[in-house]
């Protein structure tokens, strides 16, 4: 398959998954912009259409205060209200659509991912794993979330699946000493890439809090400046909650990045504009399914253009 081929594959992909947010929008829109001066009373309703599709106050705020800025008391279609929004959620999310870098000294890279259970991190970490491999990458996988015996050999199977070392230990086992254990034998190994999955138990954040502390102040007894990134992942359809998440994780570690997953059909994926307006953090991958393709890099105009129901 050609690559542009793959770009065309993916792109329908997304396009589904956000389906669903962008009917909903796109129709608001459509019900309210047949063709009618953009007013106080227009500029209201749009608003108040963007925050019912998940982007937030701020961010709906501002994106209808530059869409009336060059626009007020103008007749205005659906089409060309799209279009502009289309263009200011890309301005958004251009900013924040950054590539996880993985620095090329002080082997391993060390990456901690965090979130809450059942947002999919260890489908995630195993995602990242098969394209990091396939750019030539040595990668280790830790099993950290020890309290779920099913997160343990989810991991072990996604590093069947991309030939990465599994890092493992019985359930309930102490998940700091694994991770110290995990980036010793990454560094004997020579490995460019060290991705630490972690438990997720909000409903007992001091607890959550403790154990992630104790991860990293253990990591830095090998290497000071690990974990290099904290990668925090979000579930697409619990919409305001992945703000939540956010605010809560920044408090318990330092998130240096995010991922987006489950981008289906039952996505609300307007929050993505909402956490990307409120806390600027780089977004470095979405996730649109369960295979390991259906993972990709995060791009800031495709995504907006598949959530305004805009072909390429």
């Not at 929004?85 to 924040?96: I, M």
């Not at 391993?108 to 995602?127: A, D, Q, R, S």
């Not at 619990?238 to 809560?248: L, M």
């Not at 991922?259 to 600027?280: C, I, P, Q, Y």
Request: glycine residues 10%.
């Amino acid at each position: 398959m050609s690559e542009n081929e793959q770009k065309k594959g993916w792109l329908g992909r997304l396009t589904s998954g956000l389906r669903k947010s962008a009917s909903q929008l796109t129709g608001n829109i459509g019900a309210v912009f047949t063709k009618r001066k953009l007013d106080d009373e227009a500029i209201e309703e749009l608003e108040e259409i963007l925050i019912r599709a998940d982007l937030g106050v701020q961010a709906a705020s501002r994106i209808t205060s530059e869409i009336a800025s060059s626009r007020y008391n103008k007749d205005v279609t659906d089409e060309e209200i799209r279009a502009a929004l289309a263009d200011e959620v890309t301005r958004v999310l251009e900013r924040v659509a950054q590539p996880l870098e993985v620095t090329a000294s002080g082997k391993p890279h060390v990456v901690l991912v965090v979130g809450v259970n059942g947002v999919g991190k260890t489908t995630t970490i195993g995602k990242i794993a098969r394209h990091e491999t396939d750019q030539g990458r040595k990668v280790m996988l830790c099993a950290g979330d020890t309290f779920r015996a099913a997160a343990i050999e989810q991991l072990k199977i996604w590093g069947e699946r991309t030939g990465s070392p599994v890092i493992a230990r019985d359930q309930g086992s102490d998940a700091a000493g694994l991770a110290f254990d995990a980036l010793k034998a990454a560094k004997e190994q020579g490995s460019d890439l060290l991705l630490i999955d972690t438990a997720g138990r909000l409903q007992n954040k001091a607890n959550l809090m403790a154990e992630l502390e104790k991860i990293i102040r253990v990591l830095k007894k090998q290497d000071e400046s690990a974990p290099h990134s904290v990668l925090l992942v979000l579930d697409a359809t619990t919409g305001q909650n992945a703000v939540n998440q956010v605010e809560v994780f920044r408090q318990v570690c330092n998130v240096t990045g995010l991922v987006m997953t489950k981008l289906d059909g039952t996505a609300r994926g307007g929050v993505l504009v909402a956490v990307a307006e409120k806390f600027a953090l780089p977004v470095h991958y979405i996730g649109v399914g369960e295979q390991a393709e259906d993972l990709k890099p995060f791009d800031g105009r495709d995504f907006a253009r598949a959530l305004c129901g805009l072909g390429d």
